[in-house]
């Protein structure tokens, strides 16, 4: 079965070197899940959702979770 995307809100801060970090991730219906840390960031494609552009490997309450922020400035999740 093909996964989709999910676009969520993500709280994020530029640091002052420019780099773009996440810090939290909101589902549509306001559940809030903090970032513990960020383990990789690279641009790839999501091979499950479709769809490219930076992704981040986001340690999540101890797993494991990518990110995905595409170039036309909108944050993804792939669904599972």
Same mark, same amino acid.
């Given at each position: $079965?093909? %996964?989709?995307? #999910? ?5 994020a ?7 773009? /970090?996440?810090?939290?991730? #909101?589902?549509e219906?306001?559940? /809030? ?8 960031? /690279? /641009? ?14 986001? $340690? ?19 669904? %599972?």
């Open positions: $079965m093909d %996964k989709a995307k #999910i676009y969520v809100k993500v709280e801060e530029f640091t002052t070197d420019g780099t773009l /970090r996440p810090q939290c991730i #909101i589902w219906d306001g559940r /809030r899940f903090e970032i513990d840390k960020i383990t990789d960031c /690279r /641009r790839a494609a999501s091979l499950k959702a479709g769809g490219a552009g930076l992704r981040y490997t986001c $340690m999540i309450s101890g797993s494991p979770h990518y990110l995905f922020y595409e170039e036309n400035y909108k944050w993804f999740v792939e669904d %599972k």
